[in-house]
């Protein structure tokens, strides 16, 4: 760790906040009837995972997990980008009528989560779209904001935030760069 | 992370095993887009595609126009019959017109070989080969790759038969450099009339002497089309013999490993290089082909708009 980092939050923190996230997932949705998980790729989907897990300990009851790869909806798709490998979605289910959590593990400009709606909407019509994200770092550039929010961080443009996965991929620590 | 850096797909001698492999990639994740109930993702709104294709085509123009109609691009199909190729335009003042209506990729078939590397040099959009003489076909290329990578999980170390006219194939040219570059061991069979000469100068190929050596033990065995229009008419005798020598039939299919792949890359003439048991048979894979075809084209058109990098 170089001297112009500084951790936000440590992997209990981590922890802690995904854990409330769950409960007020569960407290919103009256249960998990209905609700499914869609974490964007590639941080949202590990942090959809562990929230899943969560929820599965405090209701006793699985919620279905899915994936969603947003490169094919971005609205900066710049001659590099198309360069790059497209990553895989993965929706083992039908979004008809399911209340969607989409999780990501930053919230920046909204763009990206501005992609993954227009992607979940070709994959059907669900009852309702919320949004659970780790950090809001602010800068909205869209008008979208998150329903379940583990940690308000007022950055800088010129500051970065980026969560730390391990190879297991289970998140390690939220780190700011200057 | 790998790149892609071409702005043209001519040959997938001009690739490398990367860039092969990244196309691969691409492929796997875009087949998710033509299993839904809505096939089409707004990547390439607002570019222009144009299909040009001197010689006759219904797979690969149609898998070409669906694959472009899936990433949201819109498509001018331009066939011979219809061009100004029949009044006596040159290629290259066809291109120019064309280049002038700004399209981003042209997608071109035509019967002379290396006629997509005159036509590059005179256009600034992107130019995919979808077949030039018998030269290299690399879409179906890709696709065949694909589809023995969804059967095997890999491709190196695998042994592929290609079997039939390998002297007018562009197909059996273009599976040689992508399957060797790969790390799969290619060996070849046909009439020796239909054997280029030095035909191990194709890449790192094994000539067999008979159909017999190049399938025993094949994981794979593809076999290629009679190109009547391409051929002489002294090639072969006939059909019937031609048949009883290099066809494929559920006899000698059991030389091949146990469940070995059959491909063909169609049109296919049954009962000349495949009897209709092995088409339609449980170790056919052709109609996998084809579908694994729009899934390569949509990874081809997206990563050439990608443009070249210095």
Known sequence: MTENMTVLLDESGIKRALTRISHEILERNKGVRDVVLIGIRSGGAFLAEEIAKSIAIIEGDAVQVGSVDITLYRDDIKSHALRLPVGKTEIGFSLQGKKVVLVDDVLFTGRTIRAAMDALMDHGRPECIQLAVLIDRGHRELPIRADFVGRNVPTSLKENVQVVFNEQNQPLEVVLEK | ?310
């Open chain 2, 1 to 310: 992370m790998a790149e892609f850096k071409h702005r043209n797909i001519i040959a997938l001698r001009d690739l490398t095993r990367g860039d092969i492999e990244l196309l691969l990639a691409t492929a796997e994740n875009m087949r998710e887009i033509n299993s839904r109930d809505i096939k089409k993702v707004p990547t390439l709104r607002g570019k222009t595609i144009i299909n040009l294709f001197y010689e006759a085509s219904t797979r690969t123009r149609t898998s070409f126009e669906i694959a472009a109609k899936r990433l949201s691009a819109d498509t001018v199909n331009i066939s011979t019959s219809t061009s100004s190729s029949t009044k006596g335009e040159t290629l290259g003042d066809t291109a120019l017109n064309l280049l002038a209506m700004k399209p981003d990729i042209i997608v071109m078939r035509h019967a002379v070989s290396g006629s997509h590397y005159h036509l590059a040099q005179k256009v600034t959009c992107s130019v995919i080969n979808a077949g030039d003489g018998a030269h290299e076909h690399p879409s179906q290329g890709l696709l065949d790759l694909l589809t023995m990578k969804d059967k095997f999980g890999r491709l190196d170390g695998l042994k592929v038969a290609i079997v039939g006219d390998i002297t007018h194939s562009r197909v059996a040219r273009s599976n040689i450099q992508g399957l060797t570059k790969l790390g799969s061991h290619v060996y070849l069979a046909g009439p020796p009339t239909m054997m280029p000469p030095e035909a191990e100068r194709l890449g790192s190929v094994t000539v067999c002497a008979s159909m017999k050596e190049a399938i025993q033990d094949a994981d794979v065995v593809m076999m290629l089309r009679i190109q009547q229009e391409r051929q002489g008419k002294t090639l072969m005798p006939n059909a019937r013999e031609y048949s009883r020598y290099f066809g494929l039939n559920p006899e000698n299919l059991k030389l091949a490993k146990p469940g070995a792949m059959v491909m063909h890359p169609g049109p296919i003439n049954r009962g000349v290089e495949m009897s209709s048991y092995v088409v339609d048979g449980s170790q056919s894979h052709i109609l996998k082909q084809v579908e694994n075809g729009v899934a390569v084209r949509m990874a081809m058109l997206y990563h050439v708009c990608g443009g070249e990098l210095e």
